[in-house]
T-cell receptor, first 114, second 113 residues
Framework: DVKVTQSSRYLVKRTGEKVFLECVQDMDHENMFWYRQDPGLGLRLIYF???????EKGDIPEGYSVSREKKERFSLILESASTNQTSMYLC?????????????FGQGTRLTVV | DQQVKQNSPSLSVQEGRISILNCDYTNSMFDYFLWYKKYPAEGPTFLISISSIKDKNEDGRFTVFLNKSAKHLSLHIVPSQPGDSAVYFC????????????FGAGTILRVKS
């Protein structure tokens, strides 16, 4: 059974805190993604990694950074959390090559910044 | 610039009838299209996909149609069931871009019993 696991389901953090969201996949996928979901805006890509130590900015990277030191793990970092970063964060992974590009998602992390 | 658009924020359908969800895209490099279903407080789950070399793919109650000339795809659910009530996201990817997935804004489907 394929799995993408996010470290927390719910998080509450204070404004200005540094926040780490962790994601682990067990499918040997090259690609890993971080999205945020907000009502009416769909899934917006924050960052994308296609290999270890490689990253690419998505549509809304401001205020975020990422780390991919191992193939199976992709971390999202909020350098200084702000209230407008309150959202549902979703991690996903898929293969970089080939036609079967279905992405598998984690269960999501609901982050509230107060 | 939104490359994948779902212009209907919500859709309400009677149980047993057909649900049709629509999606438009602008990037002609996209060669693979997917539909995901999402319940509140859960991650999206893959529903069905279609390659750009096909115009139809069917899986049980779910059928996806692709019209490449119009850059349009649709998801048909027949018959609709109350358990189908969820947010449906359309997504697209291009092998040329390393299969990075681009999502639409989603459509909330409500199936009334």
């Amino acid at each position: 059974d394929v799995k993408v696991t996010q470290s927390s389901r719910y998080l509450v953090k204070r404004t200005g805190e540094k926040v780490f969201l962790e994601c682990v996949q067990d499918m040997d996928h090259e690609n890993m993604f971080w999205y945020r979901q907000d009502p009416g805006l769909g899934l917006r890509l924050i960052y994308f990694s296609y290999d270890v130590k490689m990253k690419e900015k998505g549509d809304i990277p401001e205020g975020y950074s990422v780390s991919r030191e191992k193939k199976e793990r992709f971390s999202l970092i909020l350098e200084s959390a702000s209230t407008n970063q309150t959202s549902m964060y979703l991690c996903a992974s898929n293969f970089r090559q080939g036609m079967n590009t279905e992405a598998f998602f984690g269960q999501g992390t609901r982050l509230t910044v107060v | 610039d939104q490359q994948v658009k779902q212009n209907s924020p919500s859709l309400s359908v009677q149980e047993g009838r057909i649900s049709i969800l629509n999606c438009d895209y602008t990037n002609s490099m996209f060669d693979y299209f997917l539909w995901y279903k999402k319940y509140p407080a859960e991650g999206p789950t893959f529903l069905i996909s279609i390659s750009s070399i096909k115009d139809k793919n069917e899986d049980g109650r779910f059928t996806v149609f692709l019209n490449k000339s119009a850059k349009h795809l649709s998801l048909h659910i027949v018959p609709s069931q109350p358990g189908d009530s969820a947010v449906y996201f359309c997504a697209a990817s291009a092998g040329e871009y390393g299969n990075k997935l681009v999502f639409g804004a989603g459509t909330i489907l409500r199936v009334k019993s």
